[in-house]
């Protein structure tokens, strides 16, 4: 069986099961589920934010009802997706159509036993709590923002006009936000595919053992960041890329009609011309490629902030999300002790 994300639906993992949605669930109500539960969330509008706790239990708070399912793991095990089908999306921008090609993406195993699942539709302020175990967390948010907050596994987020933050995640996983930011913290990823049409990714202090981040019209900082051997891949079509990078690392970086500016504090072997270079840092490591087409690419040592020309640079530059303006901040709900 595929998931797939179709022109603003949700994953549609588990869809042929849910035929008749239950009852209006109320703001706060929580579920027993098994040792390796699965999540599956859409939004029409709103926040979604997803958090861990020790419990056997997933607990749901919400501003108003929403649709809630508990699928048994009799149904949802002969249903586990193997691949994710993520069809073909089109983005009106003030450039013209913006169109990212249908693709698929191949999900890890889950862990062994059985999996049930919390099914839950609708839209407005959702705070999600789900075991530290959980096997597979869905979740879209068509408008709005959603979060992922403090789990390691399997995941698949989208978004269409909203913006997506993980802090402090890890594992394998897919992101897609068309319009809206992505913005990836303290965040270690085994493999990662993340792609926007005109929203701006910024990645800090995260590692990464494979990731492929590409965008349309946004521009990518990956600040302050590891690699662990692996592929690394950083692209950009209209906007500018940015990579600064904390110890070893062989970087090959082009732009189309821009350059390539680089500053390493520490020890790298940089060579090449004002459109394509090649780094070695700190003696060489991970393949890591960072290209944009039709704007710029920087490259330095560490943290931004300790190059204080490179971030004067990206200060002034506005297709650099240097800075993260995420939602209205609103308060989170601490999961019990």
Not at 148 to 154: A, E, L
């Amino acid at each position: 069986m595929h998931i797939g994300f179709g022109r603003g639906t949700a994953a549609t993992l588990l869809a042929s099961l849910v035929l008749l949605l239950a009852a209006p669930v109320g703001a706060d109500d929580a579920f027993d589920v098994g040792p390796s539960p699965v999540l599956n969330v859409h939004l029409s509008r709103g926040t979604l934010d997803i958090q861990t706790w020790d419990r056997p239990q997933v607990q749901i708070t919400s501003d108003t009802p929403l649709d809630i399912q508990h699928v048994s793991a009799a149904q949802v095990d002969p249903n586990i997706p193997r691949q994710l089908q993520v069809s073909s999306q089109q983005v009106e921008t003030a450039h013209g159509p913006v169109t990212l090609p249908a693709e698929s993406f191949v999900l890890p195993e889950l862990p062994s036993g059985a999996h049930d699942a919390i099914v839950a539709r609708g839209a407005g302020h959702v705070t999600i709590t789900i075991p530290r175990n959980t096997a597979m967390v869905l979740a879209h948010v068509r408008a709005g923002h959603l979060g992922i907050n403090g789990y390691h596994g399997i995941f698949v987020a989208h978004g269409r006009s909203a913006g997506i933050s993980l802090d402090n995640v890890g594992g394998t996983g897919f992101v897609e936000s068309l319009r809206g930011r992505v913005v990836a913290t303290n965040s270690t990823f085994d493999r990662l595919r993340i792609r926007t049409a005109t929203g701006n990714m910024l990645f800090q202090g995260c590692t990464s053992h494979q990731i492929q981040a590409t965008s349309s019209y946004g521009s990518i900082v990956y600040d302050n960041g590891h690699f662990q051997p692996g592929l690394a891949r950083f692209e950009s079509e209209h906007g500018n890329v940015a990579l600064g990078v904390r110890g070893g690392a062989q970087i090959g970086a082009h732009s189309g009609s821009g350059k390539v500016i680089s500053s390493f504090h520490r020890e790298a072997n940089v060579r090449g011309n004002p459109a394509t270079k090649q780094a070695t840092v700190d003696g060489g490591g991970p393949v890591v490629t960072a290209t944009s087409h039709h704007g710029s690419v920087y490259l330095y040592s560490g943290s931004m902030n300790e190059h204080p020309h490179v971030r004067q640079q990206l200060s002034g530059n506005s297709r650099l999300p240097i800075r993260y303006v995420g939602p209205p901040p609103r308060p989170r709900r601490q999961p019990p002790i």
